[in-house]
T-cell receptor, first 119, second 109 residues
């Protein structure tokens, strides 16, 4: 139990569906992240939110839309996905981000991931 | 952030120490060395981090060379549950951890 909870754990969707992944952290952290892990590839950072403001967007296609309504919740809205978007989507949180971290990278706490299959 | 180089895989016997090497020859003065591991189909788990000095916690020890160009993660008594992919990451002030391919550790009975 890492204090970061992701739902659903598994999701199968068609290319025309709209779905959302949810992440909730109970650690009082100020920064939250979405990572993507495709089969046999390294984790790819997608988005970073710090104090509910998006601070990093790594050229992610617009069919992925993040939302951070408060510092404890992070969503990834999915729309018109492609089969190659099938992957494990991981949420993480850390105490702070960037300058707020005092020049030191914060340890990341990851959820168990949401396994997405796009048909 | 500096790049790291790790062998693709290694194995060790259960109960023995596992020494996982990492090269980071381009590390800069304000960058930390982080180690994470990922057990199959789970999210990565933080293990340990260090700047200059060697560090130890309940999971592992981190030995950083004096020139900081390489480090070794030591699992003192490896168990079957330590079988995982171990990531060595160097990162500075912006909290952006870039994961590479890591090293796959297989602990054999």
């Amino acid at each position: 139990e890492t204090g970061v909870t992701q739902t659903p754990r598994h999701l199968v969707m068609g290319m025309t569906n709209k779905k959302s992944l949810k992440c909730e952290q109970h650690l009082g952290h100020n920064a939250m992240y979405w990572y993507k892990q495709s089969a046999k590839k390294p984790l790819e950072l997608m988005f970073v939110y710090s104090l509910e403001e998006r601070v990093e967007n790594n050229s992610v296609p617009s069919r992925f839309s993040p939302e951070c309504p408060n510092s404890s919740h992070l969503f990834l809205h999915l729309h018109t996905l492609q089969p190659e978007d099938s992957a494990l989507y991981l949420c993480a949180s850390s105490q702070d981000w960037g300058a707020l971290s005092g020049g030191r990278t914060g340890e990341l706490f990851f959820g168990e991931g949401s396994r997405l299959t796009v048909l | 952030d500096a790049k790291t180089t790790q062998p693709p895989s290694m194995d060790c016997a259960e109960g023995r120490a596992a020494n996982l090497p990492c090269n980071h020859s381009t590390i800069s003065g304000n960058e930390y060395v982080y180690w994470y591991r990922q057990i199959h189909s789970q999210g990565p788990q933080y293990i340990i981090h260090g700047l200059k000095n060697n560090e130890t916690n309940e999971m592992a020890s981190l030995i950083i060379t004096e020139d900081r160009k390489s480090s070794t993660l030591i699992l003192p008594h490896a168990t079957l549950r330590d079988t995982a992919v171990y990531y060595c990451i160097v990162s500075g002030a912006n909290s952006k951890l870039t994961f590479g391919k890591g090293i796959t550790l297989s602990v054999r009975p």
